[in-house]
C-alpha cells in the first residue's frame, strides 16, 4: 500500500472515532436531559455493581453496617457522609455476625435470681427489664400495678443493692402512655424508653431519651409510623428502624428503612418499596 493511502486511511479512521465520541456524548446529553428516562436500578443491580467495584471517593460515617431485608433477600449497607446508601446483597446461605446491643427480659425470660432481687412497690409486678452492657449489675426496669396504666421506672444495681425509682406515670414526658427499657448508651450515661400502650398492639409510640444524671428527657423524633423498636448502632451514634407508609395496624407491614442520627436529630430514608415488605435484622461490623 502507497503512503498517501496510508494517510488517507488513518485519517477516516479518526474521523469515525471522534464521530462516535460525539454522538456518544450527545446521546448521553439528551438521556440526561429526557424526563422520561430514568437512571435508577434496581438493589440487586446497585449491589451487583458495588460489590465489583466499591467506590473510594465515599467515606464511611460508621464502622458499623445495617444489615436488612428486602423481600426475600437480604442486604448490608453502611451511612454514608453524602447520605447516598449502596446495599450489598447477601448470599441467603451467610452466615449473619450481629451485634447484639439490646438485653431487654420479660417476665418469662428473666433469670429467677435476678426477678428475686429486683425491688419492687407496693401492688407492683414486674413488667420489662433491660441489663446494661457496660455493667452487667445495672438494670432499668418497669414496674405496673396489674390491669391497670400505673407505673414506675426503676434503676437498681444488683451488686450495691442501690435503688431509685427515676420516673412514674405522673412525671413521665407523656402520660398517655407506659414506657419500656430500649438501650443504654455505650458510655451508660443516658437510658432510651419506648412509649406503649398496656394491653394492645400499640408498642412503638414513641421514642424518648432519658439522661441518668439529669433525669431530663429528650424525644427522639422518628419517623411517626415506624413498625418495630429501632436499633441502636453499637457506637451509640444511629438508630436504624423499618416503617409504614401509612398508620401502624396489625395488617400494616414495614416498606421504608429510616437512619437517625442521634446527635444532629437528622432523620434520612434509606430505602422504600411501596409494595414490598422492608424488615430491619441487626447491626453488624463492616465489611472491608
Not at 500500500?1 to 439528551?30: C, D, E, P, R, Y
Not at 407523656?174 to 443516658?190: A, E, M, T, V
Amino acid at each position: 500500500m502507497k503512503k498517501s493511502t496510508l494517510l488517507i486511511t488513518a485519517g477516516l479512521i479518526a474521523v469515525g472515532v471522534i464521530s462516535f465520541i460525539v454522538s456518544n456524548n450527545n446521546n448521553a446529553q439528551s438521556t440526561n436531559n429526557d424526563p422520561s428516562v430514568s437512571d435508577s436500578v434496581t438493589i440487586e443491580e446497585t449491589a451487583v455493581l458495588q460489590t465489583e467495584s466499591a467506590s473510594s471517593a465515599v467515606h464511611s460515617v460508621s464502622p458499623y453496617e445495617i444489615i436488612y431485608q428486602h423481600n426475600d433477600k437480604r442486604f448490608r449497607i453502611n451511612p454514608k457522609e453524602t447520605g447516598v446508601y449502596h446495599p450489598f446483597l447477601l448470599p441467603n446461605e451467610s452466615e449473619l455476625e450481629l451485634i447484639e446491643m439490646e438485653k431487654r427480659f420479660t417476665t418469662s425470660v428473666i433469670p429467677k435470681e435476678v426477678l428475686d432481687a429486683l425491688p419492687l412497690s407496693k401492688d407492683m409486678l414486674f413488667y420489662m427489664g433491660l441489663q446494661s452492657n457496660l455493667d452487667p449489675n445495672l438494670w432499668v426496669y418497669t414496674e405496673r400495678k396489674d390491669e391497670d396504666t400505673l407505673f414506675n421506672v426503676r434503676l437498681y444495681n444488683l451488686s450495691t443493692k442501690e435503688s431509685k425509682i427515676l420516673f412514674n406515670q405522673a412525671s413521665s414526658p407523656n402520660q398517655k402512655y407506659g414506657f419500656k427499657p430500649l438501650i443504654f448508651s455505650p458510655d451508660n450515661k443516658r437510658v432510651y424508653f419506648e412509649a406503649f400502650v398496656f394491653d394492645s398492639y400499640l408498642n412503638n409510640e414513641e421514642l424518648w431519651e432519658l439522661d441518668l444524671n439529669t433525669l431530663a428527657f429528650r424525644e427522639i423524633n422518628i419517623h411517626s409510623f415506624y413498625t418495630s423498636s429501632p436499633k441502636m448502632s453499637p457506637d451509640g451514634k444511629f438508630f436504624a428502624y423499618p416503617a409504614a407508609s401509612q398508620p401502624n395496624n396489625v395488617h400494616v407491614s414495614p416498606n421504608q428503612l429510616f437512619l437517625f442520627n442521634i446527635e444532629t436529630e437528622e432523620e434520612s430514608r434509606i430505602i422504600a418499596d411501596e409494595n414490598g415488605f422492608i424488615g430491619l435484622i441487626g447491626w453488624s461490623e463492616a465489611k472491608q
